[in-house]
C-alpha cells in the first residue's frame, strides 16, 4: 500500500539516492521498501509492517535492534560529548573501549588502531606492516636485502572496496574494473573456493591448496611482508567454510617463514561463528586483527586493527625520523561509537551471549539439513550462525544458474513476502541473524527460505 508519505519519500529516493552495489535502472522501476523503525530482531517499514531481519542488517547487528543498554549508552554519551578527536588529545570512551578489547583478544594484541569501517581496518593493517618492515630493514644492511613489500592473499577474499583492500581481494564483480589501479599480491588457493581448481573432495583439496601456499612462500617469503586472511569462514566469496586446521597451518607457514598474519575478522568476529573470534577455533594468534561490523552492535560506524607490541615498536622514534604512522580519519576513535562499543561488549558477558548461542547454532544446523534434501540445492555451508545455501540448476553436476535468472535475489524478494528480509551473494542464499534470534524466530526464518527454494528454484 503506497501512502502519500510512502510516495513522497520514494520520489525523493529515486531522484536522489544511489544505493550501494545496485543497479539503479532497474531499482528505478521498482517500489523500494523503506525501513522506518527497529524492534529486537525485526525491522518496520513505513507501512508498519514487520520483517525478521535475517542478515542483521548487513552482519552487523548482534543484540537486536532498540537495544535498551546500547541505546542509553548512546545517550548518556551525547549529554558529554559527541565527538573529540584523538589527533594529540585523548577521550574517555576509546580509552575504555581499547582496554577491553585487548582483554578480549587473542593473547599478545595489545594495541588499538582505530577507523570507521572494515575496509579501512583492513588498509590501516596493509600500511602498518608494509611500514614495519620498511623500517625494521633501516637498522639492517640494504646492500643485498629483499624488501619486503608484497601481500599474499587467497582466492575468493573479499576485504573491502578501497584500494588497498581491493588489492588483496580478489571476487572479480567488485575488483575487475580497477584492476589497472591496483598493485600486484600473490594468491593462493583457499579451500572449495569457486576459484580453487581443486576437486572439492576433502582432505585433498586441503592439502593441495596448503601445498600451493606453502609453495608460493618458499618462492618469494623474501618479498612478502604478510598474509591476509578472512579466517575460517569467507563472506563474500559465499560463505566459505575453510576445513578444520586450515588457519592454523596457514600460521605455522608464515611463522615459518618470517611474515606477518592478518586476520580480516570484519564478518566473522564477535561471536557470528560460536566463538568471539574466529581465530580462537584454531587457537591462532594473529600480528593484526581487524574488526568492524558487529562491533558496536550495529549502532554506528566503528572499527579497530589490533596488533602487537612488537609492531608498535617498530613505529617508535624522534620525531625527526617520522617513523610514526601518518594515518587517521576525522572520527578515529569517536566517543559515540566506542560507547555504543563498551555497552555492546558488556551485554555479551552480562546475558552469556555465547553460551546462548550453542543450542541455536545445533538447532541451525538441523534445520539446514532438511535443505539437502531440495532438488536445486547443491551445498550447505554452516560454521557457527552462518550459513549459506547454494543454489544449482542440476544437483548432480553441480551445474549453477545463469547469473541473469538471479535466483538468489528471486529467493530473497519471495521471502520478503513473508515477512523476512535476507540478501544473497549471487546464488547463495545468506544465512546472518542477529545472535539474539529466538529458536522460535530461527524456525520460522528457516521456514520461509525452505519453502521460498521450494517456489522460485523449482522445475
Known amino acids: 500500500m503506497k501512502t502519500k508519505r510512502n510516495k513522497g519519500l520514494e520520489k525523493i529516493d529515486k531522484k536522489h539516492l544511489w544505493h550501494p552495489f545496485t543497479q539503479m535502472r532497474k531499482w528505478e522501476k521498482e517500489t523500494p521498501l523503506i525501513i522506518e523503525r527497529g524492534e529486537g530482531n525485526y525491522l518496520i517499514d513505513t507501512n508498519g509492517r514487520k520483517y525478521l531481519d ?12 532498540r ?21 594529540g588529545l585523548g577521550n574517555v570512551p576509546s580509552i575504555l573501549l581499547a582496554g577491553k578489547l585487548v582483554k ?14 572494515g575496509s579501512t581496518a583492513v588498509e590501516i593493517a ?34 573491502g572496496d578501497t584500494f588497498g583492500s581491493m588489492s588483496v581481494g580478489e571476487i572479480d564483480v567488485f575488483v575487475e574494473k580497477y584492476k589497472p589501479l591496483l598493485f600486484p599480491t600473490y594468491k593462493a588457493y583457499y579451500p572449495y573456493c569457486y576459484r580453487c581448481p581443486i576437486d572439492k573432495i576433502y582432505p585433498s583439496c586441503n592439502i593441495a ?13 623474501k618479498k612478502i611482508a604478510a598474509c591476509i586472511i578472512e579466517p575460517i569462514v569467507q563472506g563474500a566469496a559465499g560463505i566459505i567454510v575453510a576445513p578444520h586446521e586450515f588457519l592454523k597451518k596457514v600460521k605455522g607457514l608464515c611463522a615459518k617463514h618470517n611474515i606477518l ?15 568471539l573470534f574466529a ?26 586493527t589490533l596488533t602487537t607490541e612488537k ?19 576525522t572520527y578515529t576513535g569517536n566517543p559515540l561509537g566506542c560507547a555504543a562499543a563498551i555497552a555492546n561488549l558488556n551485554i555479551f558477558k552480562k546475558e552469556r551471549t555465547l553460551q546462548k548461542l550453542q543450542p541455536k547454532i545445533k538447532l541451525l544446523s538441523e534445520l539446514l539439513a532438511g535443505f539437502k534434501e531440495l532438488p536445486h540445492v547443491g551445498d550447505v555451508r554452516q560454521k557457527g550462525l552462518i550459513a549459506g545455501i547454494e543454489l544449482v540448476r542440476d544437483k548432480k553436476t553441480r551445474e549453477p544458474f545463469q547469473t541473469e535468472e538471479r535466483i538468489g535475489h528471486k529467493v530473497c524478494m519471495e521471502a520478503r513476502k513473508y515477512g523476512l528480509i535476507i540478501r544473497p551473494l549471487g546464488n547463495v542464499i545468506v544465512i546472518m541473524p542477529p545472535l539474539s534470534i529466538t529458536t522460535a524466530e530461527l524456525q520460522k526464518m528457516m521456514d520461509i527460505i525452505y519453502r521460498r527454494i521450494e517456489s522460485a528454484a523449482g522445475d
Open 67 to 87: 537495544k535498551r543498554e546500547i541505546d542509553n549508552a548512546i545517550k548518556a554519551q551525547i549529554d558529554k560529548i559527541s565527538h573529540s578527536t584523538l589527533l
Open 104 to 117: 578480549i583478544a587473542p593473547n599478545g594484541l595489545t594495541k588499538v588502531f582505530y577507523s570507521d569501517n
Open 126 to 159: 596493509l600500511k602498518m606492516a608494509y611500514q614495519y618492515w620498511e623500517q625494521k630493514s633501516e637498522v639492517r644492511s640494504q646492500k643485498s636485502e629483499v624488501k619486503k613489500t608484497k601481500f599474499i592473499s587467497f582466492t575468493g577474499a573479499y576485504h
Open 261 to 275: 598474519l592478518i586476520a580480516d575478522e570484519v564478518a566473522t568476529g564477535l561471536g557470528r561463528t560460536g566463538k
Open 54 to 65: 535475517g542478515v542483521s542488517s548487513l552482519w552487523v547487528n548482534v543484540h537486536g535492534h
Open 279 to 304: 581465530c580462537e577455533h584454531e587457537n591462532v594468534m594473529p600480528d593484526f586483527l581487524c574488526l568492524a561490523k558487529g562491533i558496536t552492535g550495529g549502532y554506528l560506524p566503528l572499527a579497530a
Open 209 to 221: 591448496c596448503i601445498k600451493n601456499f606453502e609453495e608460493i612462500l618458499k618462492r618469494h617469503y
Open 311 to 329: 609492531i608498535y615498536k617498530a613505529f617508535l622514534g624522534e620525531y625527526t625520523e617520522t617513523k610514526q604512522f601518518f594515518h587517521g580519519h
